[in-house]
């Protein structure tokens, strides 16, 4: 008997050492990831992005065509980041969100940055349509990021216009606030407000996130070198605690 009362001692015990651990995982202990750059680019495909501004020749282009070059200099310039490591490539993963019937479609897989399914994507794509899902987006770019074990973690967003369809980026942005604060980890917030007053932004820049305008294609290009050289591939910026997100001033036109 006394030896029975022993045995469930130490299966009492050790259940509860199974749960604290568990409890450990699921209030967020987090591991250190390994060196490298998780990144999700959110590419608004709105039916807005068929309206037109300046190129970089002065003349009047549809705003997605110029956005499908602004993108494939991104991808030469990821591309050419990645080849530049000394010792062998750089860790880089990636994917591209785009929207489709009012809702985020992942139009690349997260994974192994590519340069060429950037290329094959633009190269296909011909008709923006429908709203805009940017708080969905934001959510599901940064679930991608979130999960890998990639060290640096960051949400590029390109977009012309507001969230129409579904929950505020705002208030997505807070709850995941709560998610990094429980993991221990830290997301990079950037966007890109293409045509539309980066004013109406706000919300996320309070937040922390880097908020920058751009009128035409010239400023376009100009805004993306910026972000990616000062926030993405060269990580100046510093961690602000558990809120994910960085300030940098820009072009509230």
């Not at 490298?36 to 590419?43: R, S």
């Not at 094959?120 to 599901?140: D, H, M, Q, V, Y």
């Not at 929950?167 to 998610?179: F, G, I, M, S, T």
């Not at 429980?182 to 980066?198: E, P, Q, S």
Request: charged share 25%; proline share 4%; glycine share 10%.
């Amino acid at each position: 008997m006394r030896l029975s009362m022993e045995v469930w001692s130490l299966a009492r015990l050790f259940g509860a050492l199974v749960a604290f651990a568990l409890a450990g995982f699921a209030g967020g202990t987090s591991v250190p990831g390994r060196e490298g750059i998780a990144l999700a680019i959110v590419f608004d495909t709105s039916g807005s992005m068929k309206d037109s501004v300046q190129d970089k020749d002065g003349n009047q282009s549809p705003k997605y065509v110029i956005a499908k070059r602004a993108l494939e200099s991104v991808a030469d310039r990821l591309d050419a980041f990645v080849k530049s490591g000394e010792g062998g490539k750089r860790e880089l993963a990636m994917c591209l969100i785009t929207f489709q019937n009012g809702r985020p479609q992942e139009q690349i897989r997260f994974g192994l940055f590519d340069a060429a399914h950037i290329r094959k994507w633009a190269a296909g794509f011909k008709l923006p349509s429908g709203g805009t899902p940017l708080g969905e987006s934001i959510r599901l770019a940064s679930r991608r990021v979130m999960n890998s074990p990639l060290s640096r973690k960051h949400v590029l967003v390109i977009t012309d216009g507001i969230n129409s369809v579904g929950p505020e980026p705002v208030a997505v942005l807070l709850a995941l606030k709560r998610q990094m604060e429980d993991l221990n980890t830290f997301v990079g917030y950037h966007f890109i407000a293409f045509d539309v007053n980066a004013a109406l932004f706000s919300g996320v820049k309070k937040l922390g996130a880097t908020v920058v305008g751009a009128a035409d294609e010239r400023q376009l290009g100009e805004q993306l070198n910026s972000i990616l050289k000062e926030k993405i591939l060269l990580e100046e910026e510093e961690p602000q605690g558990a809120a994910g997100v960085k300030e940098k001033d820009g072009n509230n036109r």
